[in-house]
């Protein structure tokens, strides 16, 4: 059985929730950039039918 002092515990959730804001921001500015070259290239009729906002 693991057996962890509370502050280990607190420094895993605050690590863990780190990579989760980072996964998440690294998502974001992945959509976005998939967004600027579709708008580049002129085809906002697919970017409009999006089903969520992006920008």
Do not use: S
């Amino acid at each position: 059985m693991n057996t962890y002092t509370l502050e280990e515990v607190r420094q895993r959730e605050l690590e863990a929730g780190g990579r989760r804001k980072e996964k998440v921001r690294r998502e974001k500015v992945f959509y976005h950039a998939i967004i600027r070259t579709l708008y580049k290239k002129k085809w906002m009729g697919i970017v409009n039918d999006l089903p969520f906002r992006v920008l």
